[in-house]
């Protein structure tokens, strides 16, 4: 009778904490589109429209559309009591894994792009390259929507419910593929590649140049995406282990749905900041952007 007890408050306690952490991450969800709006609004206001400042905007586009996803549907659901996923299953679990993917895909472009203005200032400087910035969009929403187009049978919706229906084994090797390869590692790598090379940049910059307005820019943008690139790298590598943990905790020992669910919606947490705080890096990191903002804050007249 009495480990019965315990176990109800046990579970009550489990519910509650879920309950919580949810509303925690519906609120910064909420924070997070707020910022990705002045982050898209302040790309405006960075001078000449060019490649740099079309990605930034489609970055801010992209990571609303994953926070809209994960925190204000599925983690607004769980503590406000809806479920959208019952009536869109297989377009739910699509759409929320492959925003996040194409937003992670998006910031490894808008690094790579970086990199192409240090390597090839001439060609870069020529043009403004909105086609190339259009193009790198395209590939980063080809990849993302297309390693997530299996969850369309992987999911259906069963006597009014969304549940995995396909084979259990392949759910969870796909899952390993797509989290810890797609999501972390395959950004990561890319990202730690061009970021070697942005501080062995910033080290030469300081060395061999001046103080100049069109360097101060290039020396600014290189840090603004530095500093992005390294928590996204903590928040995405935290992110991904935790899901490869859940997973096979999952396969290995049954975990009971309360627990789980607690533990899903821990994980939403990292992948929330990480979509929600680049405005707060950028603001932080990039005395133009900061120049940005405050232009783009003058505009409009109260």
């Known amino acids: 009778m009495n480990e019965s007890v315990f176990d109800d408050q046990y579970i009550s306690w489990i519910d509650f904490t879920t309950e919580n952490v949810a509303l925690c991450g519906f609120t910064m969800s909420l924070i997070g589109i707020f910022l990705n709006i002045l982050s898209f609004q302040t790309a405006r206001f960075l001078g000449k429209y060019s490649s740099a400042v079309c990605l930034i905007r489609m970055l801010a586009i992209w990571d609303t559309s994953s926070i809209f996803i994960d925190g204000i549907l599925d983690l607004g ?6 479920d959208v996923r019952n009536f869109t299953c297989q377009l739910y679990y699509l759409n929320g894994w492959a925003t996040g993917y194409v937003a992670n895909f ?3 472009s808008l690094v ?6 240090i390597k090839m200032p001439i060609w870069y400087g020529a043009d403004p390259h909105i086609h190339f910035a259009y193009f790198l969009s395209f590939i980063s929403f080809a990849v993302g929507y297309s390693v997530c187009l299996p969850t369309l049978y ?3 919706v069963t006597a009014g419910t969304c549940k995995m229906t396909g084979d259990p084994v392949f759910f969870f090797w796909y899952l390993r593929f797509l989290v810890f390869f797609i999501y972390t590692s395959c ?3 890319l990202i730690l590649f061009f970021n070697g090379y942005f501080i062995k940049y910033l080290i030469t910059y300081k060395r061999t140049h001046k103080k100049s307005s069109s360097c ?8 603004m995406l530095a ?9 995405t590598l935290i992110c991904g282990v935790l899901c490869i943990v859940l997973f096979q905790m999952q396969r290995e020992t049954k975990l009971d749905e309360s627990k789980a669910n607690l533990i899903a919606v821990f994980l939403q947490i990292p992948a929330i900041m990480n979509s929600s705080l680049n405005f707060v ?4 990191s990039g005395r133009g952007y900061r120049n940005a903002f405050r232009k783009m804050i003058a505009s409009y007249k109260f």
């Open 281 to 284: 890096f950028f603001y932080l």
């Open 187 to 189: 950004p990561f790598m």
């Open 154 to 156: 992987i999911f259906e």
């Open 227 to 235: 500093t992005v690139s390294i928590t996204f790298l903590m928040f």
């Open 112 to 117: 790579f792009d970086r990199f192409l203005a």
């Open 216 to 223: 101060n820019d290039d020396h600014t943008m290189v840090i």
């Open 77 to 82: 659901g769980q503590y406000f009591g809806y």
């Open 106 to 108: 998006h910031l490894v």
